[in-house]
């Protein structure tokens, strides 16, 4: 087990002391490291450690997965590289269903809420719907977008989906028939995601154009628009409870790098942000409420890293490496105490937050 140890006085905050401790022996290859801190008095004491061996699953995927999104508290749905959509029970380790039909690799799924469909979206500019229950073909098939599907939000009420693309175009689909009911393009919006806001007419929508947008669906209008960054935004996430949204900034070596936490309501103002990744933060999401006290939400990205911060003031209060994995792609919650991370790497990685020693995230199993 390799301990490093660091601490930081503020009698003297630019005298860093650390001890390096090292046991000789071969390391377990499906041990991992977390890193945590915690607070004295006097010091801030940051903790390196081995955390417990997980489990391997059979894997969803054989290459790199690119989104991954939870259909009910036991299954998920994920894409990637290998063009494959894969209905998954992450809680036995078993493939429940794989749908193919698609020609290039999957970008985007979005599910039906308290149902067994979902939709996902391809670099082939298709968007496919499909059901867990039917045959592994797709149910529908929507063409509109002359460019790689970059956005899918179904909306609250399952009648509608919005989709986005590259082309700078935004397409609002009638579920039931899989028509065009909507079209919206503006100049230079490379759409990255969308989101639907709970029991709202509204869609919130990033953009490589630094922007994050929010569109009303009836007339596909934009609503607001969010003061500018100055990096690309690459994703967004609404709270369960529509007052609150997090959009994630692209970057290197910490520049850009962030999440920030927007107000939906009439200020929109931005609330706060949150600064520590070292690379592009390719997902976020509010955790569910009864993880902790506090509001907590976590972030993933192409550092290896998932974040959990305290969504009040800003502050990390975990960060779990996963070594190895490569660029961390999406990030989801599986239930009240599971996240669901999808990298290039390593597949998915199953996440689990733990009280025992105060806040935690451990990796309990890989698929």
Known sequence: ???LRCQLKPASPQKVSCRFCSVMGKLQSKLKHSTYKHSRPDEIIEERIQTKAFQEYSPAHMDAVFVVAALNSDLCVSGGKDKTVVAYNWKTGNVVKRFKGHEHEITKVSCIPKSSQFFSASRDRMVMMWDLHSASQPRQQLCGHSMVVTGLAVSPDSSQLCSGSRDNTLLLWDVVTGQTVERASVSRNVVTHLCWVPREPYILQTSEDKTLRLWDSRGLQV??????????????????DGHKCISCSNGFGGEGC??????????????????????????????????????LIATSSHDCKVKIWNQDTGACLFTLSLDGSGPLTSLAV???????????????RLLRVDHSRGLELQEVAAF
């Open 1 to 3: 087990m390799l301990l």
């Open 258 to 295: 962030e999440a920030t936490l927007w107000d939906l309501r009439q200020t929109r103002n931005r609330i706060c942000e949150y600064r520590g990744h070292f690379q592009t933060v390719s997902s976020c999401v509010f955790l569910p409420r009864a993880l902790a006290l506090m509001p």
């Open 334 to 348: 599986g239930d009240a105490i599971s996240l669901l991370c999808a990298s290039f790497n390593r597949g998915i």
């Open 223 to 240: 609503a607001h628009m969010f003061p500018a960054k100055q990096h690309i935004q690459t994703y967004c996430e609404v709270s369960v």
